[in-house]
């Protein structure tokens, strides 16, 4: 059963707890794993972020159980696709070459961390596609949008979702990307109600962005 519902300081707290996961393993990765473990640095580093994304989702199930397999529908599934479609052409298309001209240093940042992916590709496709998708949707809409509904309302709950979402993406090209995108996949989870759809969604959009972004990178 869930608790109460979710207060925005609340909210706060699992989203930096998140970050907090999210630079622990990251530390790791850079300190550890690309020093010593160059050749498979990324395999072991997406089993690290495995491992404390599985355990901070333990913990969050606990405070709010997320129902993921709920209101699954042929629409919803349908919506969740068109989705991923639409944010691929909105952003990587249409505004994202407009932020990557404004932010020149966020772009070369963010181009560095491309090119690393590349090198990775299977490991890549797994963190970018499938454990990142899982896991911020399961706390950001199944969590944050779903608990602040009670206390904010739909369109308060869905605006502090989608700053806390971009919020996590550090860059300024992909934050400000992250805000449109986490909008899009906020109005999808109160249109359908389920978060299968929206890591559907997420994971689809990541897809098409991977396919476009990195894989060509590796014919360079």
């Known amino acids: 059963m869930k608790t109460e519902p979710l207060s925005v300081p609340s909210a706060i707290f699992w989203a930096a707890a998140y970050l907090g996961v999210m630079l622990v393993y990251t530390g790791l990765d850079v300190a550890v794993w690309r020093k010593w ?9 997406l089993a690290a972020a495995a491992v404390c994304s599985a355990g901070f989702l333990w913990l969050l199930r606990r405070r709010w159980p997320v129902e993921l397999w709920s209101n699954v529908t042929p629409a919803g599934l349908l919506l969740a696709a ?8 909105l952003l990587d298309c249409c505004l994202d070459p407009l932020l990557e001209r404004a932010f020149p240093k966020s772009e070369a940042a963010y181009q560095e961390a491309l090119e690393r992916l ?14 990142a998708p899982v896991v911020e949707e399961i706390l950001m809409r199944g969590f944050v949008l779903d608990g602040l509904r009670g206390s904010c309302g739909a369109a308060g709950a869905l605006l502090v979702s989608s700053l806390m979402f971009a919020v996590l993406h550090f860059n ?43 894989l060509p990178r590796r014919n360079l």
Request: net charge positive; glycine share 12%; proline share 1%.
């Open 37 to 45: 473990f160059a050749g498979c640095s990324e395999w072991i580093g």
């Open 172 to 214: 300024m090209v992909q934050t400000l990307s992250a805000l449109v995108c986490g909008l899009g996949l906020g109005l999808l989870y109160l249109k359908t109600g389920s978060v299968f759809c929206c890591i559907l969604a997420h994971g689809g959009y990541n897809l098409l962005s991977y396919l476009a972004e990195i």
């Open 82 to 89: 068109a989705c991923a479609i639409g944010a691929f052409l």
């Open 118 to 131: 590349a090198r990775f590709p299977a490991a890549s496709l797994l963190r970018v596609c499938l454990l």
